[in-house]
């Protein structure tokens, strides 16, 4: 994430990092936790943009050669690879800037690599809820007319739009306010706030819109989708139950820990606890933004290559790419691959969602 300016160093009184910069040493001026610094960030951030990018660009490979038109669950899956590559996109720049600790590149690049880290933090944190959304409108509002219209290809396009129009607002004030400025003849990307108004507002959003609201739109989502699915004489609605549990265990299990440290900095910057813990909130923010930053690699397993109809068209994209070595693989069609697109028994309807689930 990035910056706010405050006095709360004693070496440096003019700069106080946030997000990504938490890390940095301007933020805390303990020698170990810059050594630290220096070399776990980049090599965190070097193995998440390595993994991640092959991950994703896969999803968007398969994808965009296979599935035209796109409906809405393919959409969803889209936007959400191309959030994840967004956001991945700009971890070498940060990890430069921890490597370096200072900022090495043209000033006008602070601004867009905040832009690429905010949009896809936020686009994928929203298209998650989205897909998440429309599972639980069609298997749980199978009967509503609004639902065929809901997952028409003009709807579809019109709320992925809306998605980055929301993603871009939460991020704008962020993307307005970062600059580069001299720090003891250092140069530093980070977000200008004089009047020190913008930190805890935006301590307050990303706890609210990066994870209370996601995690309570799955949880209860998901609470009305499994005991339907549970109903259904089929053996692979177990599947479909574990899945949905993974995702939410995961989404917990990766961006708990931040947000914890995000609402203690909160209270920090309320004057509620005190800033003499500031070095140990500065080397915790390392270790969980690190593991909230893995859930991007995470993203096209747990969304995607679970379901046998995309690794299907992987293993055939994989065979058009490279006949010699994949030529021999042979691609077993699933049963569950036809989907239901008009006015059907809410059975055949459920069945059709169970199979978009998987994908």
Known sequence: MNNSSSPTTD????????????????????????????????????????????????????????????NMSDLCLFNLAISDLLFLISL????????????????????AVTALYMLGFYGSIFFMILMTVDRYAVIVHTYTSLISKFRSVGASIALALFVWTLSLGASLPNIILSNV??????????VTDPRNIWKPFYYIELNILGFIIPLSVMLFCYSRIIPI???????????????????????????????????????????????????????????VESIGFCHCCLNP?????????FRNLFQKM???????????????????????????????????TRTKLKV
């Open 92 to 111: 070498p720049f940060w990890a430069d800037y921890a490597a370096n600790l200072k900022w090495t590149f043209p000033d006008f690049m602070c601004q």
């Open 301 to 309: 397993i747990i969304y995607a290559f679970v379901g046998q109809k």
């Open 181 to 190: 400025s001299n720090v003891s003849n250092v140069s530093v990307c980070s």
């Open 229 to 287: 699915l549970m109903t259904m004489n089929s053996q692979k609605k177990h599947k479909a139950v574990r899945l949905m549990v993974v995702l939410v265990t995961v989404f917990f299990l990766f961006w708990t820990p931040y947000n914890i440290i995000i609402f203690l900095k909160l209270l920090q910057e309320l004057k509620v606890i005190s800033h003499h813990c500031n070095q140990d909130l500065h080397m915790a923010i390392q270790w």
């Open 11 to 70: 070496n440096f009184p003019e700069y106080d990092n946030l997000g990504p910069c938490d890390y940095v040493p301007w933020g805390c001026n303990n020698s170990n936790v810059r050594n630290f610094s220096q070399v776990f960030l980049p090599t965190v951030y070097s193995i998440v943009f390595i993994v991640g990018f092959i991950g994703n660009g896969l999803v968007l490979c398969v994808l965009a050669k296979y599935h035209k038109p796109f």
């Open 318 to 352: 994989l065979k058009e790419w490279f006949p010699l070595c994949f030529g021999h693989c042979t691609t077993v069609e699933s049963k569950s691959s036809e989907r239901t697109t008009s006015k059907y028994s809410r059975a055949s309807m459920i069945s059709s």
